[in-house]
């Protein structure tokens, strides 16, 4: 199975400022489930509807090197 994961800053529902929130929202739903393994993974905006935000499951915490600094 082929994992993919899109890393976005926004998706449709939980927050939308602009049109890749439409895609990032969208596009995972077209792949087939059989063969891969989609997951979104964007902010827990404070701006989200606590409803949704509700709904959000905490995976992990995560550092990522950007040249010489830590990124959080």
Do not use: N
Not at 27 to 36: A, G, R, S, V
Not at 55 to 71: C, E, L, N, P
């Amino acid at each position: 199975m082929k994992k993919i994961l899109f890393a976005a800053s926004e998706a449709v529902p939980f927050i939308k400022t602009g049109g890749l929130a439409d895609v990032v929202g969208s596009l995972p739903k077209c792949f087939d489930k059989d063969y891969f393994d989609v997951r979104v993974m964007i902010p827990k905006y404070l701006c989200i509807k606590q409803e949704l935000r509700d709904r959000m499951q905490y995976v992990d915490h995560f550092t990522w090197i950007i040249w010489d600094r830590a990124v959080m």
